[in-house]
């Protein structure tokens, strides 16, 4: 809770910074009433008498030197003494504002209301001593926000977009259970909302320890109808024909899915790797069987001397290339320790999917392991080698085994 002291203080050190901040701007607004110009401006009137006196003079050189007779003369000088007279008779205009105190009076009231107007308009002491005393979001907070939540639905029952949000919320907290029952009480909300419809069936899901049985797969249809393109429902729906061991409905829902996802994403090899378990546990064929290239990489392995006594006739050796700063593999040889040096060829027949081949990458990362367990995982005491990266094509590789993974 914000400490009322503290904001107290905070607010009263705003409202001298702004006071003080004010009292500036009007110094430099009003500096020229309270420090006039030492020297007077000259006037229009002595202005008009100064050149007409020129024109006199050079009207009376004119004569004397005989270019202006008498006559004329007279005549010009009479005129020229008569808008003299016009001119100088005006009133004096030298430079006033009308009275400097009405001035000073009027621009302070107008900075101060202009002021005051944005500060109630746009700004609030209170609200910027209340930032200092926010803290960092916890998921303490956040679930406390999420339980006010609820009580303020259960207040509100025909709400039901509001509901909606209640259950997205559990379902982000991994509250799958109070998220089922929220999406219960959206009713008629969710069954046009082939987004909501899939979150639905997912929650249920997860309630069921992974079963689509019922409910879940209902739901899921009616999201595809809506929209057979949605993503998630894709996803379900094939994993619901997955663990049903009807595999040639999963490779179809998730090779529909797989269409839509960036080529390169983790999510598309993750969607790849299941349509090839699925096809293999299936006895499915490829839907279109890719072109084994030669085009790879070879070479040789051996170990560092002092590595040999580590190793054991059960050992799984394994050369792995990588598209370079990717962590799946695109070729990977699982090999019986033998004796060394081992010669190896990667290609894309040790492909590990058929939408990722070794021969479409112009350089890839390739290291060796040696494991116990043959896992993909590494584990401590393996044997490894450092990483290098060769262009695709390259033949006469030498890998070291010279490490052990700690």
């Not at 907070?141 to 559990?170: C, H, I, Q």
């Amino acid at each position: 809770m914000p400490n009322p002291i503290q904001q107290k203080i905070d607010m009263t050190s705003f409202l001298i910074s702004a006071f003080l901040l004010l009292i500036l701007i009007l110094v430099l607004v009003l500096r020229p009433f309270f420090f006039p110009a030492k020297e007077s401006a000259t006037s229009r009137r002595q202005m008009n008498a100064a050149i007409y006196g020129e024109e006199l003079d050079k009207l009376e050189a004119d004569r004397l030197s005989g270019v202006v007779d008498s006559s004329t003369y007279e005549l010009i000088h009479a005129e020229m003494r008569q808008r003299l007279f016009q001119d100088t008779d005006e009133a004096d205009d030298l430079a006033v504002l009308g009275s400097p105190k009405k001035t000073i009076i009027g621009i302070s009231v107008f900075v101060v209301l202009l002021s005051a107007g944005l500060y109630f308009g746009l700004g609030d002491a209170f609200r910027i001593a209340d930032i200092k005393d926010q803290q960092p979001m916890t998921k303490e907070s956040v679930e406390k926000m999420v339980t006010e939540f609820a009580a303020k639905m259960e207040k509100e029952p025909d709400n039901l977009k509001g509901w909606t949000m209640l259950a997205r919320s559990y379902q982000i907290l991994g509250r799958n259970a109070d998220a089922a029952k929220a999406y219960a009480r959206a009713g008629s909300f969710v069954d046009t909302d082939p987004q909501l419809l899939a979150d639905y069936a997912d929650a249920l899901a997860a309630n069921a320890n992974g079963s689509f049985a019922g409910k879940p797969t209902q739901l899921i249809n009616q999201a595809l109808r809506l929209d057979p393109n949605n993503l998630l429902a894709l996803w379900l729906s094939g994993t619901a024909d997955f663990n049903a061991q009807n595999y040639k409905a999963a490779v179809q829902s998730w090779e529909k899915l797989a269409k839509q996802l960036p080529p390169d994403s983790d999510e598309a090899r993750t969607i790849a790797a299941s349509i090839a378990e699925a096809r293999l546990k299936g006895g499915l064929a490829p839907a279109s069987a890719p072109v084994i290239s030669n085009q790879g990489v070879s070479g040789q392995v051996d170990i560092a001397p002092g590595l040999q006594s580590k190793m054991k006739s059960d050992d799984i050796l394994m050369v792995i290339a990588r598209k370079p700063g990717e962590r799946m593999p695109v070729a990977v040889l699982k090999t019986a320790v033998t004796a060394f040096p081992m010669k190896f060829v990667l290609n894309d027949a040790l492909a590990m999917s058929p939408n990722a081949l070794i021969s479409q990458l112009p350089e890839v990362s390739i290291e060796v392991r040696v494991s116990k367990t043959g896992m993909a995982m590494p584990e401590p005491g393996d044997l490894i080698s450092k990483q290098e990266i060769v262009k695709v094509g390259t033949t006469n590789i030498r890998l070291m085994i010279d490490q052990v993974r700690p």
